[in-house]
């Protein structure tokens, strides 16, 4: 059967590559450095940029539909006004005896009176609803 071997790595060897790595990593960071401050700076100029175009935008919209509601209410105006006129004008006692004339309609030489008699008053119900239905016969 074969031992186990223990490895030993030397303590230097292990500083050498941490401190290997660390460089590398350094040096990546250096060369990208800028390349993230430029995207800053751009993002830092263009998010209120863009919010501002938002803004504008939204507001052309709402004055659209606001200057749309005010043209729609000017034409409803006008149409009210035209029928009110309508309606006043076939309400008048002239255009009305004309109509009445018309279908051959006159004044009523007799007038008759007719009188309509009380309704009846319906009973109150009573007692439990389960019992009407034997009430009732």
């Not at 501002?52 to 935008?57: E, H, K, S």
């Amino acid at each position: 059967m074969i031992a186990a071997q223990r490895v030993v790595v030397e303590p230097r060897i292990e500083r050498v590559r941490t401190a290997t790595r660390r460089r590398t990593r350094r040096t990546r960071r250096r060369l990208h450095a800028p390349v993230h401050a430029v995207v800053t700076l751009a993002l830092a100029a263009l998010l209120p940029l863009l919010g501002y175009v938002t803004l504008t935008a939204n507001l052309t919209s709402l004055n659209d539909s606001l200057e749309r509601a005010e043209r729609d209410r000017a034409v409803l105006l006008g149409e009210v006004q035209r029928r009110d006129n309508r309606i006043a004008q076939l309400e008048s006692p002239d255009q009305l005896a004309v109509f009445a004339a018309a279908l051959h309609m006159h004044d009523p030489h007799v007038y008759a009176v007719v009188r309509v008699p009380k309704p009846k008053p319906q009973p109150q119900p009573s007692g439990l609803a389960l019992f009407a239905w034997f009430n009732a016969r």
